[in-house]
């Protein structure tokens, strides 16, 4: 059995933390580990579990690979989509490798940001799965709900089952459309109803053969995308020409709901995909007046809220059921009856052309992070953390010249053509147009402020010479 987590999302309804080129899946939102981290973690324990295959889009490729190396599984693959195409191509590609090297293959699909309480509930469920999917079986978990909810998608499962399967497995009637309240409660007053999860089990040969029969395009793409990607790294990238040829459909679309072969195995095991302040709020722990809370908070006369302080004390006096997160760049202030418009607040970000909608204040690299401290006409303020033996590219800026003071560590910089050691408590100077490098040859991480200053301060007035992390 191989995990394929679907990495590609984006996130944005849990702005301010979750953002464009940091979503939902890499924050340690539940615990301290990240989303994706605990996607993982649950699997310990099923039996004859692979290395996980992780799909995910170019700018969070170095954030997976160092979220997978702090747990031990630098074995899995890292494939990388060039161009998004919703997630039937992404479990196509998942399928062509995998059958590549054994045919029959089991993949366990899963999203890399949803929860889920009970894991041993979770593994039976995949046990109880394991011999329909085997049989061929095209298997999906529908969630046993616990309210009208109209953000899901509906399972509804037949009144005959196959008489090939066990009891716990029931052949799939129909996929339905996120419903309307009213609608929602006739489905969970039924009985006859599921939450459609997006987690699925099937052989790899068995969805490629239904792939083919029902969207013959995405295998072509899929085989020609993998037939001509190429390693860089720790990654596998797709030919873009040949992925970005695929159309962009969801498994559900594309398959399940056309194939006869789609079964469902109810789960009730606390699941959620955690698409909303509201929703992160109801599963996480609670005190005595509902609250939950994260950071350094105080609250008087609070009631159901969810509070999150990141960066500094946040106190709430008098408010209930309201959401406030707070960053180093950004506060969210809502009613929880009114999260749902956090999307409106997103899309005035984007026209407005505010960097808050896709980046944070810290930002991160494959060599460690900055933090923009301060900037002003003419000036920029940034906290470097270089990451033990990682280095920075040779480059060079038109614009802008940099002064480097060390805070801890030691930092092996080359100035022009002159190369050097500069350690705590000692800088130097970067003038423009010179062409430099910074590296943490030392055993701990290294520490520096970064003074910029010059006409235009963008990232992209940057000339790479050489870098060992690909970049362009």
């Given at each position: 059995?191989?995990?394929?987590?679907?990495?590609?999302?984006?996130?944005?309804?849990?702005?301010?933390?979750?953002?464009?080129k940091?979503p939902?899946?890499?924050?340690?939102?539940?615990?301290?580990?990240?989303?994706?981290?605990?996607?993982?973690?649950?699997?310990?324990?099923?039996?004859?579990?692979?290395?996980?295959?992780?799909?995910?889009?170019?700018?969070?490729?170095?954030?997976?690979?160092?979220?997978?190396?702090?747990?031990?599984?630098?074995?899995?693959?890292?494939?990388?989509?060039?161009?998004?195409?919703?997630?039937?191509?992404?479990?196509?590609?998942?399928?062509?490798?995998?059958?590549?090297?054994?045919?029959?293959?089991?993949?366990?699909?899963?999203?890399?940001?949803?929860?889920?309480?009970?894991?041993?509930?979770?593994?039976?469920?995949?046990?109880?799965?394991t011999?329909?999917?085997?049989?061929?079986?095209?298997?999906?978990?529908?969630?046993?709900?616990?309210?009208?909810?109209?953000g899901?998608?509906?399972?509804?499962?037949?009144?005959?089952?196959?008489?090939?399967?066990?009891?716990?497995?029931?052949?799939?009637?129909?996929?339905c459309?996120?419903?309307?309240?009213?609608?929602?409660?006739?489905?969970?007053?039924?009985?006859?109803?599921?939450?459609?999860?997006?987690?699925?089990?099937?052989?790899?040969?068995?969805?490629?053969?239904?792939?083919?029969?029902?969207?013959?395009?995405?295998?072509?793409?899929?085989?020609?995308?993998?037939?001509?990607?190429?390693?860089?790294?720790?990654f596998?990238?797709?030919?873009?020409?040949?992925?970005?040829?695929?159309?962009?459909?969801?498994?559900?679309?594309?398959?399940?709901?056309?194939?006869?072969?789609?079964?469902?195995?109810?789960?009730?095991?606390?699941?959620?995909?955690?698409?909303?302040?509201?929703?992160?709020?109801?599963?996480?722990?609670?005190?005595?007046?509902?609250?939950?809370?994260?950071?350094?908070?105080?609250?008087?006369?609070?009631?159901?809220?969810?509070?999150?302080?990141?960066?500094?004390?946040?106190?709430?006096?008098?408010?209930?059921?309201v959401?406030?997160?707070?960053?180093?760049?950004?506060?969210?202030?809502?009613?929880?009856?009114?999260?749902?418009?956090?999307?409106?607040?997103?899309?005035?970000?984007?026209?407005?052309?505010?960097?808050?909608?896709?980046?944070?204040?810290?930002?991160?690299?494959?060599?460690?992070?900055?933090?923009?401290?301060?900037?002003?006409?003419?000036?920029?303020?940034k906290?470097?953390?270089?990451?033990?033996?990682?280095?920075?590219?040779?480059?060079?800026?038109?614009?802008?010249?940099?002064?480097?003071?060390?805070?801890?560590?030691?930092?092996?910089?080359?100035?022009?053509?002159?190369?050097?050691?500069?350690?705590?408590?000692?800088?130097?100077?970067?003038?423009?147009?010179?062409?430099?490098?910074?590296?943490?040859?030392?055993?701990?991480p290294?520490?520096?402020?970064?003074?910029?200053?010059?006409?235009?301060?963008?990232?992209?007035?940057?000339?790479?010479?050489?870098?060992?992390?690909?970049?362009?």
């Amino acid at each position: 059995m191989i995990p394929v987590i679907l990495s590609g999302g984006s996130g944005t309804r849990l702005w301010p933390l979750s953002r464009a080129k940091k979503p939902k899946q890499f924050l340690p939102l539940l615990n301290d580990k990240s989303m994706l981290q605990n996607t993982l973690l649950r699997l310990k324990g099923l039996p004859a579990l692979e290395s996980p295959m992780v799909i995910c889009n170019e700018d969070h490729r170095f954030m997976v690979a160092e979220q997978l190396r702090e747990l031990a599984t630098e074995q899995a693959d890292i494939i990388l989509e060039p161009v998004g195409r919703n997630t039937a191509p992404a479990i196509a590609i998942a399928a062509v490798k995998a059958v590549a090297d054994n045919p029959d293959a089991l993949l366990l699909v899963l999203a890399a940001d949803h929860a889920i309480r009970d894991i041993p509930a979770f593994h039976q469920a995949i046990e109880l799965a394991t011999p329909a999917a085997q049989q061929g079986k095209l298997v999906t978990f529908g969630i046993v709900p616990t309210c009208a909810h109209t953000g899901y998608g509906y399972i509804r499962k037949a009144e005959q089952t196959d008489a090939s399967l066990t009891a716990e497995v029931f052949t799939v009637a129909e996929f339905c459309e996120k419903p309307d309240l009213a609608t929602a409660t006739g489905f969970v007053n039924s009985g006859q109803y599921y939450w459609n999860s997006g987690m699925f089990l099937f052989r790899a040969s068995s969805l490629l053969a239904e792939l083919k029969q029902f969207a013959p395009q995405i295998v072509t793409c899929a085989e020609q995308a993998m037939l001509k990607a190429s390693r860089d790294l720790d990654f596998i990238r797709l030919d873009k020409t040949a992925f970005a040829a695929s159309p962009s459909d969801s498994i559900d679309y594309a398959v399940m709901e056309k194939s006869a072969n789609a079964v469902m195995v109810a789960l009730d095991a606390g699941w959620s995909d955690v698409g909303s302040w509201d929703a992160l709020w109801d599963v996480m722990a609670k005190d005595e007046q509902g609250n939950a809370c994260r950071g350094d908070v105080l609250l008087d006369q609070c009631r159901n809220s969810y509070i999150n302080a990141e960066e500094r004390l946040v106190a709430v006096i008098g408010l209930d059921d309201v959401v406030v997160v707070e960053t180093k760049d950004a506060v969210l202030v809502a009613s929880k009856s009114h999260i749902q418009a956090v999307k409106n607040i997103v899309t005035k970000l984007q026209s407005y052309g505010r960097s808050e909608v896709d980046l944070h204040r810290e930002v991160f690299r494959p060599w460690g992070k900055y933090d923009s401290v301060d900037n002003g006409n003419r000036y920029q303020v940034k906290h470097i953390t270089v990451k033990p033996g990682a280095k920075l590219s040779v480059q060079m800026h038109h614009h802008r010249a940099e002064h480097w003071v060390v805070v801890s560590g030691s930092a092996l910089v080359r100035n022009g053509d002159n190369e050097f050691l500069v350690t705590e408590n000692e800088s130097t100077f970067i003038p423009v147009g010179t062409i430099h490098s910074l590296e943490n040859p030392g055993k701990i991480p290294l520490e520096l402020i970064e003074v910029q200053s010059g006409s235009y301060l963008g990232e992209d007035d940057i000339v790479r010479f050489e870098d060992k992390y690909g970049r362009n």
